[in-house]
């Protein structure tokens, strides 16, 4: 069986949880993803802006996050002064240090989600259960994905 986590809320299980950032917060500001999975390596949230908002300008002392526009279309301007479009689909970058404000440009709610942590990446660590022979399942790998993989 197939569970929907929108209609059921945080489904915890051995190992895991899911749920779906709408059900994690009121109609507008932070959705608290990190608390509500149960996220301990990394900060995650959620952020949800009407139409026209624009945040505080911010910067971190030792977090680098990642900015992904889930839905609608946000502006990024960094301390620079120079400003960048994300549409859904869209990720930036930005180190700690830099001062950084988004704004909802488009005619409906943005939601955008922002992943943070220090000390970077671990590697290559995945690893295939006893009896699999591929990370792909029982089919092939995507056209693209043996020449893409160095993630």
Do not use: W
């Amino acid at each position: 069986m197939v569970r929907r986590a929108m209609s059921e809320g945080v489904i915890e299980g051995d190992g895991y949880a899911v749920g779906h950032i709408d059900e994690m917060g009121e109609r507008y500001g932070f959705r608290k993803i990190r608390r509500s999975l149960g996220v301990t390596a990394f900060g995650v949230n959620a952020i949800a802006l009407p139409p026209g908002y624009e945040t505080g300008r911010h910067y971190h002392d030792e977090q680098e996050e990642l900015y992904f526009c889930h839905r609608g279309r946000i502006e990024i301007e960094f301390g620079d002064g120079t400003t960048h479009a994300l549409e859904p689909g869209g990720a930036a970058r930005v180190d700690p240090a830099t001062v950084r404000k988004l704004r909802n440009v488009g005619d409906e709610d943005a939601v955008y989600v922002i992943v943070g942590a220090k000390d970077g990446y671990v590697g290559r660590d995945g690893r295939l259960p006893e009896g699999e022979t591929s990370r792909f399942g029982s089919g092939e790998p995507p056209e693209d994905a043996a020449a893409g993989d160095e993630a």
